[in-house]
């Protein structure tokens, strides 16, 4: 007896766990409807995982899943279901991580700026503030040739100044003569008029 169970044993264990599920759900009784109705699962589904077709069904996790909540809703062990399901089921390849910034460059600053269109480039601001700069000097800032210089202010000699540094004041007469021929580019000035008495 103990040989006939042994046997028994190791043909359930060769067989897939598709075909497991569907003579556990046959001994019991229960149609495929039954059983999609307690999983929320579609017929067609729970007839691709007794058949062992695993490309009608979701992979990974999905399918593991599945068959842990039918092996618990037969009354079977799901871990070993599971267990059996990653001999039957075809390998998963993992996808290869993509990092998206290994493949960007990094320069160190150093680099940025040997290149011959960056130093063209900062000569060119370079010129262009320079030559702003002086345009508003030239403008704003630097003193006009056109002002007249300012006279001197005539001081009245006092008793007590001993020289002065004005020339001496020139007769009342050769005024009159000097005014009427006045020197080439001079602004011309009138003589004062003298006050009623």
Same mark, same amino acid.
């Given at each position: +007896?103990?040989? +006939?169970?042994?046997?028994?044993?190791?043909? !359930?264990?060769?067989?897939?766990?598709?075909?497991?599920?569907?003579?556990?759900?046959? =001994?019991?009784?229960?149609?495929?409807?039954?059983? &999609?109705?307690?999983?929320? +699962?579609?017929?067609?589904?729970?007839? /691709?995982?007794?058949?062992?077709?695993? %490309? #009608?069904?979701?992979?990974?996790?999905?399918?593991?899943?599945?068959? #842990?909540?039918?092996?618990?809703? $037969?009354?079977?062990?799901?871990?070993?279901?599971?267990?059996?399901?990653?001999?039957?089921?075809? #390998?998963?390849?993992?996808? &290869?991580?993509?990092?998206?910034?290994?493949?960007? =460059?990094?320069?160190?600053?150093?680099?940025?700026?040997?290149?011959?269109?960056?130093?063209? &480039? %900062?000569?060119?601001?370079?010129?262009?503030?320079?030559?702003? !700069? /002086? +345009?508003?000097?030239?403008?704003?800032?630097?003193?006009?040739? $056109? /002002?007249?210089?300012? !006279?001197?202010? *005539?001081?009245?000699?006092?008793?007590? *100044? %001993?020289?002065?540094?004005?020339?001496?004041?020139?007769?009342? &007469? !050769?005024?009159?003569?000097?005014?009427?021929?006045?020197?080439?580019?001079?602004?011309?000035?009138?003589?004062? #008029?003298?006050?009623?008495?």
């Amino acid at each position: +007896m103990d040989a +006939m169970a042994e046997s028994t044993d190791r043909e !359930a264990q060769a067989r897939p766990i598709g075909s497991l599920l569907a003579a556990e759900r046959e =001994r019991q009784g229960l149609s495929r409807a039954d059983v &999609a109705q307690r999983l929320h +699962m579609s017929v067609s589904q729970v007839e /691709a995982l007794e058949a062992g077709d695993y %490309g #009608r069904l979701p992979r990974g996790t999905f399918l593991r899943g599945f068959v #842990r909540n039918y092996a618990r809703a $037969l009354g079977l062990d799901a871990e070993e279901a599971v267990g059996r399901l990653a001999d039957d089921a075809p #390998r998963e390849n993992a996808p &290869a991580i993509v990092v998206p910034s290994q493949n960007i =460059r990094f320069d160190p600053l150093a680099e940025r700026f040997s290149s011959p269109y960056v130093k063209a &480039a %900062g000569i060119a601001t370079a010129l262009l503030v320079l030559g702003f !700069a /002086a +345009m508003y000097w030239w403008v704003f800032i630097r003193p006009t040739g $056109l /002002a007249p210089a300012p !006279a001197p202010a *005539a001081t009245a000699a006092s008793p007590g *100044a %001993g020289t002065s540094s004005l020339p001496p004041p020139k007769p009342a &007469a !050769a005024e009159p003569a000097a005014a009427a021929e006045p020197a080439a580019g001079a602004p011309v000035q009138e003589a004062p #008029r003298p006050e009623p008495a």
